[in-house]
């Protein structure tokens, strides 16, 4: 079964504004990550929040958990064309010996210049 | 330049083929993974390797047959694969595994197709 889960599926907006995902996922976890890949490109790391933080911020990149209601937002202000890609994020579930890390199915960002 | 390199980048075979997927990681990193992208499916993880031992193996067919000779390499044997198993295959490689499993860096994939 998937463990995290985004929502919205896909998320058009223009460029300036901010753009909100969402992720929600079933388990306890130890970490939750979120990674950005550009069309039939490998997966780039954005950020990692661990279960004992509630907020981390990296230049225009904001990333909010809560673990009681197992979920995660990334927030991505003043978005520019190239910020255009799929989001993901993606957890370890526990517990777990193998590192099993499992993505949800993404959110599509398109940003129109 | 994530450090992780895939080759080939595009491959194209028939179903009675044998060929194989390279992935090498120039990071120093202790585990290494194979991940299959579909159209419109999520990211299915395939394998994990931690020091060169198989500790996942996400119940995946027995014609993808991977191979971790030491913890810089791992290859992905293909053969009499399916039209249905054409997709982007990601290598990926993390500084450990297990819980506190980390970033993981991802090469820029092998794009499969299978005729």
């Known amino acids: 079964s998937q463990q995290g889960e985004e929502d919205p599926q896909a998320l058009s907006i223009q460029e300036g504004e901010n753009a909100t995902m969402n992720c929600s996922y079933k388990t306890s976890i130890n970490n939750l990550q979120w990674y950005r890949q550009n069309s039939g490109r490998g997966l780039v790391h954005l950020i990692l929040?661990?279960?004992?933080?509630r907020e981390k911020h990296s230049g225009r990149l904001r990333v909010t958990l809560d673990t009681s209601k197992k979920s995660s937002s990334l927030l991505i202000t003043a978005s520019r064309a190239a910020d255009t890609a799929s989001y993901f994020c993606?957890?370890?579930?526990?517990?777990?010996?193998?590192?099993?890390?499992?993505f949800g199915q993404g959110t599509t960002l398109q940003v129109k210049p | 330049e994530t450090g992780v390199t895939q080759t080939p980048r595009h491959l194209v075979m028939g179903m009675t083929n044998k060929k194989s997927l390279k992935c090498e990681q120039h990071l120093g990193h202790n585990a290494m993974y194979w991940y299959k992208q579909s159209a419109k499916k999520p990211l299915e993880l395939m394998f994990v390797y931690n020091f060169k031992e198989q500790t996942e193996n996400n119940s995946v067919p027995s014609r993808f047959s991977p191979e971790c000779p030491n913890s810089s390499h791992l290859f992905l044997h293909l053969h009499t694969l399916q039209p249905e198993d054409s997709a982007l295959y990601l290598c990926a490689s993390s500084q450990r595994t297990g819980e506190g499993t980390g970033e993981l860096f991802f090469g820029e994939g092998s794009r499969l197709t299978v005729l």
């Open positions: 993606a957890t370890v579930s526990l517990p777990s010996n193998t590192g099993k890390l499992i």
């Open positions: 929040i661990r279960s004992n933080e």
